[in-house]
């Protein structure tokens, strides 16, 4: 029997403005949670102690600076989204994030059909052992046919041409594999059209708060070539030490674009939760729904304290959504 997963307290916004109200709101809190950070980058390798959603028990999270970067002031950042490794799972910050999000908040059951744009990692094989019915693939280069297998069994899959019928998903994972796809609107139609009515879609990608539009930093052409228009930036791709190209960093339109290519609404959910070891800075994840639209603004805070938020108005998110979100 699977073990009991809870909520992660989140905050939603619709726009930029209300994430400009959230920061003012939240100004004090956040100002620590940045002094925190420069002080942990001073140590560069230590481990901090949470509950682990996916491990079901408290555990362990490794901090080294292994993808840590100097700004223009030669000050060094820790890249606390991709690390703060479980020593149980292996799972990263926004994994072990991504997993309660999808178990805890969003509270599919067993038995949903759910989509994962990945196969080969971790991430899927924790969320199989969940989801007898999780259908995963990865953008394969040996020739396999879209919608096949290969010979490892790994299936291949075209995010801007899926080959699943209309409706075929409750629920589509997609974590750090839009920013890799030049025509990523396609991406965004494709998932929609292979979600079932008010299915679920949760989503992370480069994400920066500041910017209202994408920065776009390199572009496909017509005749498959590319053009660079910032120096080129690669991704860890499990299946190529090559890595893979970043075509974007995404800003506030992207909930337009979802909301514009068959979604009812889109928003952007921040977390940050001392109690499960998703700390360091604040991490963007997109909901969104195909479904009726999501139209009150839900405020969990950055506590962990249960709801600790203020209660949609009546009309607007059901009282069974507001539990979910905030918990």
Same mark, same amino acid.
């Given at each position: 029997?699977?073990?009991? $997963?809870?909520?992660?307290?989140?905050?939603?916004?619709?726009?930029?403005?209300?994430?400009?109200? =959230?920061? *003012?709101?939240?100004?004090?809190?956040? *100002?620590?949670?940045?002094?925190?950070?420069?002080?942990?980058?001073?140590?560069?390798?230590?481990?901090?102690?949470?509950? %682990?959603?996916?491990?079901?028990?408290?555990?362990?999270?490794?901090?080294?600076?292994?993808?840590?970067?100097?700004?223009?002031?030669?000050?060094?950042?820790? #890249?606390?989204?991709?690390?703060?490794? %479980?020593?149980?799972?292996?799972? #990263?910050?926004?994994?072990?994030?991504?997993?309660?999000?999808?178990?805890?908040?969003?509270?599919?059951?067993?038995?949903?059909?759910?989509?994962?744009?990945?196969?080969?990692?971790?991430?899927?094989?924790?969320?199989?052992?969940? =989801?007898?019915?999780?259908?995963?693939?990865?953008?394969?280069?040996?020739?396999? *046919?879209?919608?096949?297998?290969?010979?490892?069994? $790994?299936?291949?899959?075209?995010?801007?041409?899926?080959?699943?019928?209309?409706?075929?998903?409750?629920?589509?994972?997609?974590?750090?594999?839009?920013?890799?796809?030049?025509?990523?609107?396609? *991406? $965004?139609?494709?998932?929609?059209?292979?979600?079932?009515?008010?299915?679920?879609?949760?989503?992370?990608?480069?994400?920066?708060?500041?910017?209202?539009?994408?920065?776009?930093?390199?572009?496909?052409?017509?005749?498959? &070539?590319?053009?660079?228009?910032?120096?080129?930036?690669?991704?860890?791709?499990?299946?190529?030490?090559?890595?893979?190209?970043?075509?974007?960093?995404?800003?506030?339109?992207?909930?337009?674009?979802?909301?514009?290519?068959?979604?009812?609404?889109?928003?952007?959910?921040?977390?940050?939760? &001392?109690?499960?070891?998703?700390?360091?800075?604040?991490?963007?994840?997109? $909901?969104?729904?195909?479904?009726?639209?999501?139209?009150?603004?839900?405020?969990?805070?950055?506590?962990?304290?249960?709801?600790?938020?203020?209660?949609?108005?009546?009309?607007?998110?059901?009282?069974?959504?507001?539990?979910?979100?905030?918990?």
């Amino acid at each position: 029997m699977p073990h009991e $997963i809870g909520p992660l307290g989140v905050f939603t916004c619709s726009n930029q403005s209300e994430y400009t109200a =959230f920061v *003012a709101r939240h100004a004090r809190m956040l *100002a620590r949670v940045a002094a925190n950070e420069a002080e942990a980058a001073k140590r560069g390798h230590f481990h901090t102690t949470g509950w %682990c959603a996916v491990c079901g028990t408290r555990s362990q999270f490794i901090m080294d600076d292994s993808s840590s970067w100097l700004d223009a002031n030669g000050d060094r950042h820790l #890249n606390w989204r991709e690390r703060l490794q %479980c020593v149980g799972c292996g799972l #990263n910050n926004r994994m072990r994030a991504a997993f309660q999000l999808m178990c805890g908040n969003l509270r599919l059951e067993p038995s949903r059909r759910i989509y994962l744009t990945e196969q080969t990692t971790r991430f899927y094989k924790a969320l199989r052992r969940r =989801f007898p019915k999780v259908v995963g693939s990865e953008y394969l280069r040996d020739n396999t *046919a879209n919608g096949a297998s290969n010979f490892a069994g $790994i299936r291949h899959e075209d995010v801007t041409a899926l080959s699943f019928p209309d409706g075929s998903f409750d629920c589509i994972g997609s974590f750090d594999v839009l920013e890799h796809v030049s025509d990523f609107y396609r *991406a $965004i139609a494709e998932f929609a059209r292979c979600l079932a009515p008010d299915g679920w879609l949760l989503l992370s990608a480069p994400f920066n708060p500041q910017f209202a539009r994408h920065q776009v930093r390199a572009v496909s052409l017509p005749d498959a &070539t590319i053009h660079h228009i910032l120096p080129p930036e690669y991704h860890g791709d499990p299946l190529s030490s090559e890595g893979v190209l970043c075509f974007y960093h995404f800003g506030w339109s992207l909930l337009d674009d979802f909301r514009s290519l068959g979604f009812s609404d889109a928003r952007m959910a921040l977390v940050y939760s &001392t109690r499960n070891g998703n700390t360091g800075r604040l991490l963007y994840f997109v $909901i969104a729904r195909r479904g009726r639209p999501l139209r009150a603004s839900v405020d969990g805070g950055l506590a962990d304290a249960k709801g600790g938020g203020r209660r949609p108005a009546n009309g607007s998110w059901s009282r069974a959504l507001w539990d979910r979100l905030t918990g």
